[in-house]
């Protein structure tokens, strides 16, 4: 079992399978970029990797990116590190943009729980923050949510001046639609 400084097991593992995102969000701290796909880990080697980190404690995965939806093979990966004895959970960060169309596939095949970043419900400012479309992210969401995927997060990215009063429309989305809101502090960047 690996354990930190103080002692305390280490049980979670995120994984970037990706660098590479659909969106270009002005807050992003560049894990998603414009990536060469030849440079990501192959299904093998991310199999791999997690097979080593059960054996050593491991117990919940979380895919990060990047954009994970945006890898042609993501059914497999989640598949493969489903049934892998000892993973407990499994789950996904994603901008929700390409989750409606997949989202019941990603179940059946082993994911337990996503979370969305959605920084807005406001169409115009989602379009000016991400370059995506708010409908996209939001029919994830409700299709996450559908298709049993449990808790669905949203982590909302608070950008003072920019969408800090948009954050009991946020609740009261999140109240309505069975998930959970996470507020992220950012500190300013200067985004108009």
Do not use: W
């Amino acid at each position: 079992m690996i354990c930190d400084n103080y002692g305390r097991p280490t049980l979670n593992l995120r994984i970037s399978v990706t660098r590479r995102c659909n969106l270009r969000c002005a807050y992003c701290h560049k894990e998603g970029e414009i990536g060469d796909p030849s440079t990501e880990m192959s299904l093998d080697e991310i199999l791999r990797i997690t097979r080593i980190a059960v054996d050593l404690g491991i117990e919940r995965v979380k895919l990060t990116g990047g954009e994970p939806l945006i890898r042609s093979d993501i059914l497999g990966i989640v598949e493969g590190i489903a049934k892998i004895q000892g993973v407990k959970d499994l789950s996904l960060t994603t901008n929700g943009a390409l989750l409606a169309p997949i989202a019941d596939d990603l179940r059946k095949r082993g994911l337990d729980r996503v979370n969305v970043s959605i920084p807005t419900l406001i169409p115009g400012n989602y379009r000016r923050l991400t370059d995506g479309s708010l409908t996209d992210a939001v029919s994830g969401i409700k299709a996450a949510v559908e298709t049993g995927l449990y808790p669905v997060k949203l982590n909302m990215v608070v950008l003072r001046g920019i969408n800090e009063d948009e954050i009991f429309e946020m609740i009261n989305f999140a109240r309505n639609d069975g998930v959970v809101l996470q507020l992220i502090e950012l500190e300013p960047l200067g985004i108009d």
